[in-house]
């Protein structure tokens, strides 16, 4: 009988002896998601497996929606759904599909007691037998970007993982889910670009896994990711321009001006997906911004689902995220939808972001 370790070095063992007897390489070893995961349970502070059964559930998943958007543009699935969900805004078919995706691989992997989820006005109670001992309750945000479908542009899955408070017992309640960012156990997120990759923290740092689609496993290719202290790309939505605080426009003013010492001007770059923004940021130094405007005064971005995991992303990686004013794992949650503005990426960059608000925009500080 293999054991679950056994299971996970396979397709390793597989691809390592063809790669093997076919080009008499010397092998070398790569490390999938579920190894991975497996090896670094220890340093789980509560590891008795389930946080890592809960990341693997969420990794199968994502490979499932992968293949789907993959092939969008083959298959029926898409344009509008016809319905809008709890934001007003149109929902795709791609939303539903993984929507359904990520709630059913929480759902049977027995680990997760409720969910909030961007596309379900109220958190779903997971209460099936396989769960009546779970632990952890999940935020997510199962399609970003899902403007860009149709197009062809990356697009991602944000998710964000707490236990249940101590104080809590009997049903799960919006309560559970009322925790402040620093709480997080884990988050992560998934980019379905022009290679699939998911990329997570514990609180032990960032590591990212590519999709090997030859044997359909997730292998380290991103260890102890860093972010830039400095970076030379911003990313904010323009075309609100003329809405932006005073902080913000100096700011941007800053970024367009011309000086050699810090390498400006930086380079404007928006993809309209948070998640691939943020991804190439992380990895190559950057601000990504989605301020308060006058059409959205709290901004647009969601506090529990897409901006307390990418902080704490962040910062793990030695980045920084803030609403402008104040540390984004600090902020206390009051609803499942929030909004908050967002201030995130190179750590230098977004201090200076914030010396802006400071010194212009003070009067817009909502916290
Ligand atoms: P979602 O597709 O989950 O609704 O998120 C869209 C978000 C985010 O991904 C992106 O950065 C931002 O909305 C873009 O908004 P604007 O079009 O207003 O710039
Ligand atoms: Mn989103
Ligand atoms: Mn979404």
Redesign the pocket.
């Known amino acids: 009988m293999i054991d679950e370790t056994n299971f996970y070095e396979l397709p390793y063992i597989f691809v390592s002896n063809l790669t093997h007897m076919f080009t008499h390489k010397p092998l070398r070893r790569f490390i999938t998601l579920g190894q991975f995961i497996i090896e670094r349970q220890a340093d789980f502070p509560f590891a008795k497996g389930e946080l890592s059964r809960l990341l693997r559930d969420i990794g199968i998943a994502a490979k499932l929606v992968n293949r789907e958007v993959t092939k969008a543009g083959l298959a029926d699935i898409l344009g509008d759904m016809g319905e809008t ?1 709890v ?1 007003g ?1 149109d929902q795709k078919k791609l ?1 539903v599909y993984a929507n359904e995706q990520f709630i059913n691989a929480l759902r049977s992997g027995g680990e997760c007691m409720a969910i909030a989820s ?1 596309e379900n006005e109220d958190l779903i109670d997971i209460d099936s037998v396989v769960s009546k001992d779970a632990k952890y309750v999940v935020c997510m ?1 199962p ?6 479908i149709d197009v062809n542009v990356s ?2 899955t944000i998710f964000s993982i707490y236990r249940r408070p101590e104080h809590l017992t009997g049903p799960t309640s919006i309560e559970d889910f009322m925790q402040k960012g620093v709480d997080q156990v884990a988050a992560g997120y998934v980019i379905y670009g022009s290679s699939a990759m998911l990329v997570y923290t514990t609180g032990k740092g960032v590591n990212g896994f590519t999709l090997d689609p030859s044997i359909g496993e997730f292998c380290l290719s991103h260890p102890d990711m860093v972010m830039p202290k400095d970076g030379a790309i911003y990313s904010i ?1 323009e ?2 321009h003329l809405h932006f605080p005073e902080g913000v426009k100096k700011y941007v003013k800053y970024c367009q001006e011309i000086d050699k010492e810090t390498k400006r001007p930086y380079s404007s770059r ?8 943020f991804h190439r940021n992380l990895i190559k130094g950057g601000i ?1 911004i ?1 301020p308060s405007t006058l059409k959205s005064p709290k901004g ?2 969601r506090l529990l689902y ?1 901006c307390n995991p990418l902080a704490f992303i962040a910062e793990q990686a030695g980045g920084k995220a803030s609403d402008g004013f104040n540390r984004i794992l600090e902020l206390q949650p009051t609803s499942l939808h929030q909004r908050t503005p967002l201030y995130i990426g190179s750590v230098n960059m977004v201090d200076k972001a914030e010396e802006m608000m400071r010194i212009y925009s003070a009067e817009t500080a909502n916290h």
């Open positions: 969900n934001q805004e939303d961007e945000d399609l970003d970007g899902s403007s860009n697009i991602g939505n075309g609100n928006y993809i309209g997906s948070l998640v691939a923004d990504y989605y647009k971005l897409e």
